[in-house]
């Protein structure tokens, strides 16, 4: 039985504490929340709450650290929980530089522990849907593809730190970050890349983005927004293989191409856990973090996706 200690219960620690609830041979152990309202989502959760991190490492009971705090506390919170012994599952992103991330890597392994960030998005049916397609090369090779990752600006984060580019990164590191991790997991860290932004004067940040990637024989392009309008959330792909094209319309996966009917794809989450915040049920948490913990218990090596990991940071960081 592993024990846990989520570090932040904000929305995503939220998330994570009721996702552990319906994983085997686990438990939450303990939380770190400073807050008045994370102290009260640990009532919640029947969860004992430190004041701090470093009281509840002092905890011996506890065998794995969830770092589910704000972007800008990922760091420290790492190299704490690391130096305490524990391997690490961090939310994304694991950083807001590249500098730091490979700082934390080089700790983890000095230590031999596990460190794994949560790009929860490679979880789900229609990601797995799509590194199937690329892989199985079903249709031939991708030549070109489309993502879409378009918002209404967070209303709940205008007066807090999403806002602040020194400790979140703003529209890339919050919204543009799973697409490009999930573009980086199908084809590899791009030659090169252009990007264009923009959006209304004087906000301090960028409404929009829009990226182009190159690869040899295959382009992909990326759009990003945070909208002043209230728009609904859209998450799409369209991907051209050489006998078919591939398109996610943000409910199906369809298949096309000449001298047969349309192709549907399930892609129906089996499993679909309430989250208690506004992201609706799903299992990719359910499957992300079981897959973590199965990690930590096979005592698996090496570092998760490191290379890749710190490629889109480097990424991120040039863009913003």
Known sequence: MLKIGIAGLGGIGRVHAATYAHLEDCTVGAAAEPSAAGQKTAAEFGITCYANLAD??????????????????????VIQALESGRPVICEKPLALNGADAREMYALAEEKGLQLMVGHVLQFSPVSRLLHTLVESGEYGRALD???LRLSACPQWGRDGWLFDKAKSGLLPFDLHIHDLD????LFGIPEKYDVVSGGREGLG??????????????????????YNADIPFTATWRVYFEKAVALYDGVNATAYAFDQAPRQFDVEEKIKIPTGINIPPTGMFYEELGFFLNRIRQ?????????QIIGLIDILENIT
């Open 205 to 226: 940040y960028k409404e929009y983005y829009r990226f182009l990637y190159h690869y040899s024989n295959l382009n992909v392009c990326c759009e990003a927004a945070w």
């Open 145 to 147: 593809a489309v993502f």
């Open 56 to 77: 509840m490492l002092a905890d011996s009971s506890i065998d794995v650290v969830d770092v589910c705090t704000p972007s800008f506390m990922h760091k420290n919170c």
């Open 299 to 307: 005592g698996r090596g090496p570092q998760y996706r490191k290379d």
């Open 182 to 185: 999930l573009l980086i997991s």
